[in-house]
């Protein structure tokens, strides 16, 4: 049975994809072919993924019309699972051919919390559960713990040599996210830490915010997934670093402001943990504020540097 996954971004959402394709192969080992849809620049979180038969990729801002050229040198497959749910991959199931599986982002219930604290109950599953229930069912398969479904990425062959300090610890953070309001603001001063107590600390990321802080560069997945994976500790935002730190089995330290857990993005799995206060206006966007409604901040300004460093024993 020929079967095509489609999940075109983000690179977190992408990387969670990995764990319920490679569990969804173990169990049924010779029964499917799977191949799979993405951005082009998303593929090299899938190399050696023996799992997969074919990827298939498309650069980002292709337009409508090359885009619809391109499905039509398609193969037929049985079934087409839609991980996406948005204009390009609903285009897919409109012009293959096959079975039509959808992924259930559960927006109503997301957004209810988020607005109104409502649906809590509705908001128990992992993302990672809720593509495996896009269609598992339909193959008989059985949901089965969050752990076994963890994203997976090969560890490279050849990782970038971090410790240039021989006698410390490689920290590698991503202090930067796609959000103002889901960046600490105290990364610098922990970064001066880190390092005066003998720490090798290495920054990536894209500067949005926090300007003191200058990343090493990381212009391709491959070189994020090479530094990430010479590191060990991640202490990073909820991000799409994140994702890849936990596929990648680094042990992860995630700073999260103004998401929370119930949004189905949490790292739970094991070697991970959450640094994060307890206040009841968290969650105030689904993706992360922008800005601070109530201006004080106090999701992220409230985890002081004494805090974060108590969290993780270096007080």
Same mark, same amino acid.
């Given at each position: ?19 319920? !394709?490679?569990? $969804?192969?173990?169990? =049924?080992?010779?029964?499917? &072919?799977? #191949?799979? +849809? ?94 495996? !229930?896009?269609? $598992?069912?339909?193959? =008989?398969?059985?949901?089965? &713990?969050? #752990?076994? +479904? ?166």
């Amino acid at each position: 049975m020929k079967i095509l996954f489609i999940r075109f971004s983000s690179l977190g959402d992408v990387a969670l994809v990995t764990g319920v !394709l490679r569990y $969804f192969a173990y169990k =049924s080992p010779d029964a499917h &072919s799977i #191949e799979f +849809l993405t951005f082009r620049e998303y593929t090299d979180i899938f190399d050696g993924a023996d799992y997969i038969q074919k990827l298939w990729s498309v650069p980002r801002g292709i337009s409508l019309a090359d885009y619809t050229t391109f499905l039509r040198t398609l193969p037929r497959f049985d079934i087409i699972v839609d991980l996406h749910c948005n204009l390009r991959s609903r285009l897919a199931r409109l012009l293959l051919k096959g079975k039509r599986l959808c992924y259930n982002k559960n927006p109503i219930a997301r957004r209810s919390f988020v607005q109104f604290r409502l649906c809590r109950d509705r908001l128990t599953l992992h993302t990672v559960q809720r593509y495996a !229930l896009a269609f $598992f069912p339909f193959f =008989s398969l059985e949901l089965p &713990s969050v #752990e076994e +479904l963890r994203p997976f990425i090969h560890p490279p062959s050849i990782t970038v040599e971090l410790n240039q300090v021989q006698s410390g610890k490689r920290v590698v953070i991503h202090p930067f996210a796609s959000r103002a309001a889901k960046e600490w603001p105290y990364f610098p001063e922990l970064v001066e830490f880190l390092k005066a107590n003998n720490f090798s600390v290495h920054i990536i990321g894209i500067p949005h915010n926090i300007t003191p802080l200058h990343p090493i560069p990381t212009p391709t997945i491959r070189e994020l997934i090479n530094v990430i994976n010479g590191a060990d500790l991640f202490i990073t935002t909820d991000s799409g670093p994140m994702h890849i730190a936990v596929a990648l089995g680094v042990n992860v330290a995630a700073i999260f402001g103004s998401t929370s857990k119930e949004l189905g993005f949490y790292p739970i799995f094991s070697k991970c943990a959450v640094i994060e206060e307890d206040i009841p206006c968290r969650p105030c966007h689904i993706h992360g504020a922008k800005v601070c409604k109530r201006g004080d901040f106090a999701c992220m300004r409230g985890l002081t540097l004494e805090k974060v460093k108590k969290f993780l024993a270096l007080a």
